[in-house]
């Protein structure tokens, strides 16, 4: 076997997207069996939630209250090539967000992400749709309060850009 599939073997037991067959080497065979390898998949998951809970509070707010945070975790690294470098690892997990089935993950995730980027200076400008007031959730997120949804409904759109006074504005959608 070449280097370069053994490596792509040992990524896909790491994260949890490779089964090991009869066919494989019995090496693979032993590392898919070793407690090492769930300490290593431990490991690689405290650390990337170490990092989003400091980079993207508010959607790993928002996936805590709705126990989300571990499945969307799980399903970033089993489906991302993500770098090391922990400065791209926000922007490729709440990228990865966009087509999460809870619509308000979808919002918190793509304002969150569009944040991030107008405060780095990105000169584009970013709407996000909301099915709820966006001041009662980011409010909720930001005190560490369960969003109540209900008491909030609506259609509302962020606008972000850095040419904005406070970098977003908040409107409220007719119709």
């Known amino acids: 076997m070449d280097l370069a599939s053994h490596q792509r073997i040992l990524l896909g037991l790491i994260r949890s997207n490779y089964e090991v067959g009869r066919d494989d080497e019995d090496y693979f065979q032993l590392v898919a069996r070793s407690p090492d390898l769930e300490e290593a ?4 998951f405290l650390w990337r939630v170490y990092v989003l809970e400091r980079t993207c509070v508010l959607t790993v707010a928002l996936l805590r209250q709705r126990a989300l945070l571990e499945p969307a975790l799980q399903a970033f690294i089993q489906s991302r090539n993500v770098s090391p470098f922990r400065e791209y690892q926000p922007l490729l997990f709440l990228e990865s967000l966009a087509a999460h089935p809870d619509p308000l993950v ?4 793509q304002f969150e992400l569009a944040l991030m980027k107008v405060r780095e200076g990105d000169a584009g400008s970013y709407i996000v749709p909301w099915q709820v007031d966006p001041r009662v959730v980011l409010h909720c997120l930001a005190q560490d309060v369960t969003v109540d949804e209900t008491a909030s409904a609506g259609r509302y759109i962020t606008r972000l850009s850095g040419s904005l006074p406070r970098l977003f504005d908040i409107a409220s959608v007719e119709g």
């Open 106 to 109: 979808v919002s918190v995730s």
């Open 41 to 44: 998949r431990g490991n690689i």
